[in-house]
């Protein structure tokens, strides 16, 4: 059967593979489709979509977008954007800048507490490119000798709580829902457990979120189930991705989680028409 994992990181965020190699990887494993979602950047859909032509895996340009609400992640995810629109690289690229400014503050916090990471160093891990996270600066510290792991890392300086721990200026889920209809995409709530906020969904529809990632890494079966019935029920699009983000250690492994190709379909679809009402505005 023909699958896709429609929820991967590449080295244009805090993965570990370039697009081409994350595209190479799952024709290496039989997926006949793998969507490229990193976090805040489009700029790796260009070569993921160059090399899917070359070896005949279909890609599917995505972004995924990290929100702030109260107590838990809100993460958008949005298909088929257009990753030549303006406004959504101009939205995309202030949300790097602010990440930018966030590494230097981490970087003087955790000097503060005697870890010596250079923000060269994380700009070097995190490769100058794409967009500058936590864990690029979990791996200096790691590298540093400070932490035995990436976790751990997140778990003594990096996540809320602890000492270098800094927030980062976020979109809101409605914010990210229009920035994605407005760049040309399908916005999809992303691993909806890990979200905890159901009770919205109905509020988000109204504002144009047309799926949720049904089925990730992170969800239990019996939440895999709820989620789907939760699709059928609402209309929405039930997606599936693993979530990859390269080599191991780093969370789950390609083609963890799929869905079928009539999933992109409905996704190209719901794009379509995303962009047909944004030509028709006055
Ligand atoms: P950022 O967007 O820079 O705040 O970093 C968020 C990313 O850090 C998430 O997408 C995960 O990949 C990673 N992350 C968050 N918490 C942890 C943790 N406790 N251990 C390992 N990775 C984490
Ligand atoms: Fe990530
Ligand atoms: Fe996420
Ligand atoms: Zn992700």
Redesign the pocket.
């Known amino acids: 059967m023909q699958r896709a994992d429609l929820h991967t990181h590449t080295t244009f965020s805090?993965g570990t593979l370039t697009p081409a190699e994350v595209v190479a990887h799952a024709r290496e494993l039989g997926l006949a489709a793998v969507g490229i979602t990193d976090?805040d950047a489009i700029d790796g859909v260009a070569e993921a979509l160059e090399a899917g032509e070359r070896l005949g895996v279909t890609v599917v340009p995505g972004v995924e977008v990290?929100t702030d609400v109260p107590g838990s992640e809100v993460h958008m995810l949005g298909y088929f954007i257009d990753i030549d629109s303006s406004t959504l690289r101009e939205a995309l690229k202030g949300l790097r800048e602010g990440?930018l400014r966030r590494a230097e503050q981490i970087v003087t916090k955790l000097r503060g507490v005697g870890v010596p990471v250079e923000l060269e160093r994380v700009l070097a891990i995190a490769d100058g490119v794409g967009a500058v996270?936590?864990?690029h600066i979990?791996r200096a510290i790691v590298e540093a000798g400070f932490a035995a792991d990436?976790?751990d890392a997140?778990?003594r300086y990096l996540?809320p709580g602890r000492p270098a721990h800094v927030p980062?200026p976020r979109f809101t889920p409605e914010e990210a829902i229009v920035a994605i209809r407005e760049g040309g995409g399908a916005p999809v709530l992303a691993h909806p457990a890990s979200a905890g906020r159901d009770e919205c969904l109905r509020d988000w529809m109204r504002l144009g979120l047309v799926g949720i990632e049904a089925d990730h890494t992170s969800h239990r079966p019996d939440e895999v189930l709820h989620y789907y019935r939760i699709a059928r029920e609402l209309g929405l699009i039930a997606t599936a991705g693993s979530d990859f983000?390269g080599s191991p250690g780093t969370?789950a492994p390609l083609g963890e989680r799929t869905c079928g190709l009539e999933v992109i379909d409905r996704l190209r679809e719901a794009a379509e028409r995303i962009r047909a009402g944004l030509a028709a505005a006055p």
């Open positions: 805090d976090h990290n990440r996270g936590r864990p979990a990436i976790s997140f778990d996540s980062r983000h969370g």
